[in-house]
């Protein structure tokens, strides 16, 4: 649109100062004209010695926020860069892109950092491209476009939640497995004795002491040093789930792994990419490595884990099931922070 304003321009002042013979309009739609070369080389040469990239491979964020994702523009030329403008993807596995633009700049031979704020609505990998690059003259009448190539992904983690489990009298621990050598003490000793927070286990309440002073005080027990909980997974159809649907799945695993480490020294999560592989989980940063590491594997490749007889599966559908039968059909009501006890 500049650029034909700017031939209107220059016609109309050609056209009035050779009708009234009036030499600086003659000048001035010369200078015009010439302004459109001119400015076409320009942007040439600034895109030559331009690129635009993200500052990291890799950003994280949690569910429901924003991933905060830097991006770098490079001026390598002796002239400053106004405006690049650059098109950015944003997309889960089997999702539509989102697209996205991002205007910068910089200085001669300077770099500029540019903030880029990318909506978490799921849990999984956002993976991000540079689709195009456009540099701009100063007057921003031409952009040059460029290929750029910049990718990066953000990992969008569940939010800190946990279920609370309690064990079937008839089951105890069975689909525990024995593995020495963790951490010293035992889950019948009482470790501290604390006031009441919100989250707490009802089953922790120690109630002689809470009825004698009133206020509600929780029990701290020791872990088994001994126990490890055993969790399988089957993501049979993982290929071609859509984002609400491994969304969901990765909730549920990972308030799951949260609360069976309330019972066990540690949980170890199988999934299968042809084969079983395992992931062990600790603490609360080890299952946001489970969970970053599922979502990098190549959903095509994975599949239902092999399980052996007793053990607890979790599938895609966010069915948790043992020797075949249901023990509970999780949904998005079940994240609730008083959804009661869950018994397996």
Request: net charge positive.
């Amino acid at each position: 649109m500049k650029k034909i304003f700017l031939l209107l321009f220059a016609a109309a002042a050609f056209y009035l100062g050779g009708a009234y013979r009036f030499t600086p309009l003659l000048v001035f739609a010369a200078a015009a004209l010439l302004l459109l070369p001119t400015m076409f080389i320009l942007s040439r040469a600034l895109g030559k010695k331009t690129d635009v990239k993200f500052v990291r491979p890799e950003y994280s964020a949690e569910k429901g926020g924003e991933a905060a994702v830097s991006v770098l523009c490079e001026n390598g030329g002796k002239l400053p860069v106004t405006l690049c403008r650059a098109d950015i993807s944003a997309a889960y596995p089997n999702s539509k892109p989102s697209k996205l633009k991002l205007q910068t700049g910089a200085d001669a031979k300077s770099e500029q950092t540019k903030e880029l704020l990318i909506k978490a609505p799921y849990c999984g990998l956002i993976e991000l491209k540079i689709e195009k690059l456009r540099v701009c003259d100063w007057l921003n009448i031409f952009a040059a476009p460029k290929k750029c190539g910049g990718v990066c992904r953000a990992a969008v983690y569940p939010k800190e939640r946990e279920f609370d489990i309690s064990f079937a009298p008839s089951r105890g621990l069975s689909g525990f497995a024995e593995r020495p050598g963790l951490r010293g003490g035992s889950d019948t000793e009482i470790k501290n004795l604390r006031e009441y927070e919100h989250g707490d286990s009802a089953r922790l309440i120690h109630r002689n002491l809470s009825a004698r002073t009133g206020e509600l005080w929780v029990k701290e027990l020791e872990k088994q040093a001994d126990i490890i909980a055993e969790l399988y997974l089957d993501m049979s159809g993982a290929r071609t789930a859509e984002p609400q649907t491994t969304d969901m799945f990765y909730e549920v695993l990972s308030a799951l792994a949260a609360g069976l480490l309330r019972n066990a020294a540690a949980v170890m999560i199988y999934y299968s990419r042809g084969e079983n592989h395992c992931l062990t989980a600790r603490n609360r940063g080890d299952i946001r490595a489970a969970l970053l590491e599922l979502y990098k594997t190549d959903p095509a490749s994975l599949g239902a884990a092999e399980a052996p007889s007793g053990a607890t599966t979790l599938g895609l559908d966010c069915r948790l099931t043992r020797d075949g039968k249901t023990i509970k059909t999780f949904t998005a009501k079940d994240f609730d922070a008083e959804n009661g006890v869950l018994e397996i």
